[in-house]
């Protein structure tokens, strides 16, 4: 499962692929629900719905060359948004996190929305 890492806006040099090492590691699917006891022995429940925005993709992928980390530090950097390609569609996301080591690289991005069905 390859992934795509796009800048939102031009730049040239704001391109990255990557490779994960595991499946895509994320929030789990959930939705905005509280339950409250009442009073009278019951409950209430507040169903808010569900969002993408809520979910957290972390990547860990092996480390290319010292020239694909400097694209992942400049994605990071300059960019407050970036769109992910993944298996589930194209995300719009904020760069949170890069921590590059020379066994496993890890790319946090805090999602947005989903751009496509």
Same mark, same amino acid.
């Given at each position: 499962?390859?992934?795509? #890492?796009? *800048? ?5 040099? /704001? $391109?990255?692929? #990557?490779?994960p090492?595991?499946?895509q590691? *994320?929030?789990p699917?959930?939705?905005?629900? %509280?339950? %409250? @006891? ?5 409950v209430s ?6 969002t993408?925005?809520d979910r957290? &993709?972390?990547y860990? $992928?092996? =480390?290319? %060359?010292? $020239?694909?980390? *400097? #694209?992942?530090r400049r994605?990071?950097?300059?960019? =407050? @948004?970036? $769109?992910i /390609?993944n298996v ?6 904020? =760069? *949170?996190? &890069?921590?590059? %080591?020379?066994?496993?690289?890890? &790319?946090i991005?805090?999602? #947005?929305?989903?751009?496509?069905e």
């Amino acid at each position: 499962m390859r992934v795509q #890492i796009v *800048s939102a806006t031009f730049d040239l040099l /704001g $391109y990255l692929q #990557i490779d994960p090492l595991r499946d895509q590691e *994320s929030a789990p699917l959930q939705r905005r629900v %509280s339950k %409250s @006891r009442t009073l009278d022995a019951d409950v209430s429940v507040r169903d808010r719905g569900f969002t993408h925005g809520d979910r957290t &993709f972390t990547y860990a $992928y092996k =480390p290319v %060359s010292e $020239y694909h980390d *400097s #694209i992942a530090r400049r994605l990071l950097e300059i960019h =407050p @948004r970036v $769109y992910i /390609g993944n298996v589930e569609g194209v995300f719009e996301c904020a =760069p *949170s996190e &890069f921590d590059d %080591s020379a066994e496993e690289n890890t &790319f946090i991005f805090e999602v #947005i929305r989903k751009l496509t069905e």
